[in-house]
């Protein structure tokens, strides 16, 4: 496809590249256009229709719509926005440098202008930061009737016409109503009579995590999102829901893997951004690896009055390891679903504790067997083997209610309880079967520690 483009580009052959682009989806235009160099890019955007142009500005990677907006002119720059939704106006102006959101701002209207400047006074990780104010709103006294007639006047504006909802002249979110219900009712039936009263909604103070979580629990397609004194302000739809989503999982992603979240795609992002986001965590867990250093030197004795003991640290840690990242891993994403809140730890803790249990019996068997296959004309191979399975299983315990505890306590502090994943867990896991290990095997050794 990209060949084809570019013979059509050469060749100015415009009519057909319309053509040929038209009836692709506009997240796959954008995927093609960002293929291109920059000084094709605004050709290419101006070749298309106008509300096609507006959907794949929206699709774009940040770095890409930038470079279209420093081209357009002025009056390029408010035919496209003119034609986005207010909430994806805004998602652009939150990753647009200063220079480019005064432009942008310039060449909006003064109505356009106070609900952008609305929107982004909300906290970033709020409701109100991700609503969009552009819904249907009727009133209960219209007919059925007096409502298509309002829907016909304003869906061209609305970013969602399925769902609607019913306020008082003050506002006050009273009802909702489906285009569905409206459809199959007779046209001088009173929406009051039809609307649903017991309506679920959000605060614009809520978190986005929150409000997504209702989207996903009551399978809306959009929530209200009312003020303190129950106002109707915005709607949240399940799109900026799947934005939410994707965000907060790339954002986990990435701190499970003991690195910074990229604001841009991983091929946009520079080199040295990418060797800044990942170091800081790696210095921090390599000066914390010290300290599993540091316990081995202090049984130095140990380790030179039975050397065999170092060729199981690796497996101890390992498997500790493993241990603490597969609770972990569950206890994340149970947190992140709400269902396992911080008050459940004690169930989490008490599940735990059986699991690993078992799961440290079976693991310290299997390898007790193992090192009788592998070491058995070792000396002292039976208290080696009685010693390194007990270490084992208490070292599986451990990591798995560090695993359990570590995050719910995280999401007690208002921290990211991906914080306590993989690496970290890993590094306290492997520093807590090391001592284990040592202090298990002087006493049932006899081994001289210093």
């Not at 509300?51 to 719509?65: D, G």
């Not at 907060?248 to 604001?263: G, K, V, W």
Request: aromatic share 6%.
């Amino acid at each position: 496809m990209k060949a084809k483009v570019m013979v059509l580009l050469v060749e100015r052959k415009f009519g057909e590249l319309r053509g040929l682009l038209i009836d692709m989806p506009a997240a796959d235009i954008a995927a093609l256009i960002a293929e291109f160099p920059n000084e094709l890019l605004p050709i290419l955007f101006r070749v298309l229709p106008k509300e096609l142009a507006a959907e794949t500005f929206v699709e774009m990677e940040p770095n890409i719509q930038q470079n279209l907006i420093e081209a357009f002119s002025d009056m390029e720059l408010k035919a496209v926005f003119d034609q986005l939704f207010l909430d994806d106006t805004v998602d652009i102006i939150e990753e647009m440098p200063a220079n480019v959101v005064n432009r942008i701002l310039r060449n909006s209207s003064h109505s356009t202008r106070a609900a952008i400047n609305e929107a982004l006074q909300y906290p970033k990780d709020s409701a109100g930061s991700i609503m969009t104010i552009e819904y249907v709103d009727l009133k209960a006294d219209m007919t059925v009737g007096q409502a298509f007639a309002t829907i016909r006047r304003t869906a061209l504006d609305k970013e969602t016409i399925y769902t609607c909802y019913v306020v008082d002249n003050a506002r006050k979110l009273i009802g909702v109503i489906s285009a569905k219900t409206l459809m199959l009712a007779d046209q001088d039936q009173l929406v009051g009579d039809l609307m649903e009263t017991n309506v679920i909604s959000g605060l614009t103070t809520d978190s986005k995590e929150d409000v997504v979580g209702q989207i996903r629990k009551y399978d809306f397609l959009a929530l209200p999102i009312v003020d303190t004194e129950h106002r109707l302000v915005g709607i949240v739809t399940v799109d900026d829901a799947i934005d939410v989503i994707t965000e907060e999982a790339e954002r986990d992603f990435a701190i499970m893997a003991a690195t910074s979240p990229l604001e841009n795609s991983y091929f946009s992002t520079s080199v040295l951004t990418h060797t800044r986001k990942r170091i800081i965590w790696l210095f921090v867990l390599m000066i914390s690896a010290t300290f599993t250093g540091m316990i081995i030197s202090h049984y130095e004795v140990a380790v030179a009055g039975l050397p065999i003991l170092v060729s199981f640290i690796p497996m101890l840690m390992d498997t500790g390891g493993n241990s603490g990242s597969q609770t972990s891993t569950l206890v994340i994403r149970g947190l992140a679903t709400s269902e396992i809140r911080p008050r459940d730890i004690f169930k989490v803790l008490f599940k735990e504790l059986r699991v690993s249990a078992l799961i440290g019996l079976a693991l310290a068997l299997v390898n007790s067997v193992r090192m009788f296959i592998l070491y058995h004309g070792e000396e002292q191979i039976l208290m080696l083997i009685l010693t390194t399975g007990i270490t084992l299983f208490f070292v599986v315990v451990l990591a798995k209610c560090l695993g359990c505890c570590l995050p719910i306590l995280a999401k007690v502090l208002h921290l990211d309880p991906a914080i306590m994943s993989s690496p970290m867990l890993t590094t306290i896991c492997d520093a807590c079967a090391v001592s284990l290990f040592f202090w298990i095997a002087t006493r049932l050794l006899h081994i001289p520690v210093m």
